[in-house]
């Protein structure tokens, strides 16, 4: 049901970020301070932490406005924390945001801009990124391209999208998709409706490292794939092939090299086709189980995360509400 007073929910997944606690607070005064016209509420998923981020933030969000931390039971990655803020925003559109206050106060006026002119999904693209161009860059904008032509998910930006403003009903429908192993924004592209773009400079990060590590990269990687497209096991396949064509020259080469050079060259030849040849189809059995190895996980509809506890912070004392129930991203 949407509200008199438009109501946006800010998103902010948050691990081991206890440095990050004030800015996270400021920068939520400073977005209710430059939008009076419109309610907001924040909701910090503590993501397993570990060093106090809960108890910081119980601190620094004091007064601030309306706010809840919902406390994960561990740590179950970034786009997990995200579906749990989709699951417990009560507003009518819901903006991610990073708990490193990468993103400039115009850039939240622009996605605000652009939902209320009736886009159902605006996405936030870095004009310009904290980190200089490097490798890490180069991989993400070359896995969009990749990603955006190979997949069911046509919308995907080709930038690399960083943050995602969606509104009730896309988050409606993110809720209900119960996939386990998830790129949550190609789920929020392949929903459809009215998509658009905007673009800002990424602020340096004021505190602390990354989390997003080259492990957590490569596993949203194959999620994504997996989940979305068939194309590694066309690429399979058609490696196969073109390492069979290869296979039969090689073959007849050896049988003419058997006439000039000595056996030991031939055998050499022949070991290495077979090498190959093994190494692809090693390669195709992986391909293959990391489909099925996801299809059996979400037919076990284990839940995205699990919460311990959601806490309600504002002027007023917090309140925390304990939970044991496992909460999954459908019915």
Do not use: C
């Given at each position: ?31 209710r ?31 601030v ?11 179950f ?5 995200i ?78 999208p960083s943050q ?64 979305f ?35 030991g ?13 093994g190494?692809m ?17 979400d037919?076990?509809?284990r ?12 002027a007023?004392e ?9 909460t999954?991203?459908?019915?």
């Amino acid at each position: 049901m949407a509200h008199a007073t438009p109501l946006l929910s800010l998103i902010v997944p948050a691990y081991n970020e206890v440095e990050s606690a004030g800015d996270i607070a400021g920068f939520y005064r400073d977005i209710r301070a430059a939008h009076p016209a419109m309610g907001f509420e924040l909701l910090v998923i503590d993501d397993g932490s570990t060093d106090g981020t809960r108890e910081a933030l119980l601190e620094t969000l004091k007064g601030v406005g309306p706010a809840r931390i919902v406390s994960l039971s561990r740590n179950f990655g970034s786009h997990a924390g995200i579906s749990a803020g989709f699951a417990h925003a009560r507003g009518d559109a819901a903006l991610t945001l990073s708990a490193d206050r990468q993103e400039p106060l115009e850039a939240i006026a622009d996605f605000i801009a652009e939902w209320q002119d009736g886009a159902d999904i605006v996405w936030g693209l870095r004009s310009s990124r904290a980190v200089r161009k490097g490798m890490g860059e180069t991989f993400a904008r070359v896995f969009s391209r990749i990603y955006g032509a190979n997949s069911d998910v046509p919308d995907y930006p080709t930038e690399g999208p960083s943050q995602i403003l969606v509104s009730r009903a896309v988050i409606d429908a993110l809720v209900a998709m119960p996939e386990l192993n998830r790129n949550v924004l190609a789920m929020a592209s392949w929903v459809g409706f009215d998509q658009r773009k905007i673009f800002f400079e990424q602020l340096p990060r004021p505190h602390g490292v990354s989390k997003w590590t080259t492990k957590r990269k490569m596993k949203l990687v194959v999620d994504s794939f997996v989940e979305f497209s068939h194309a590694p096991i066309e690429w399979v396949a058609w490696g196969g092939l073109i390492l069979g064509g290869l296979g039969g020259l090689s073959l007849l080469a050896a049988i003419v090299l058997a006439f000039f050079q000595p056996l030991g060259a031939v055998a050499a030849l022949l070991s290495g086709v077979m090498l190959v040849v093994g190494g692809m189809i090693l390669v195709g059995i992986g391909v293959l189980g990391e489909y099925v190895w996801r299809a059996g996980d979400d037919a076990r509809r284990r839940p995205v995360f699990i919460v311990r506890s959601v806490t309600e912070v504002d002027a007023a004392e917090p309140v925390d509400s304990r939970s044991s129930v496992s909460t999954t991203g459908g019915s």
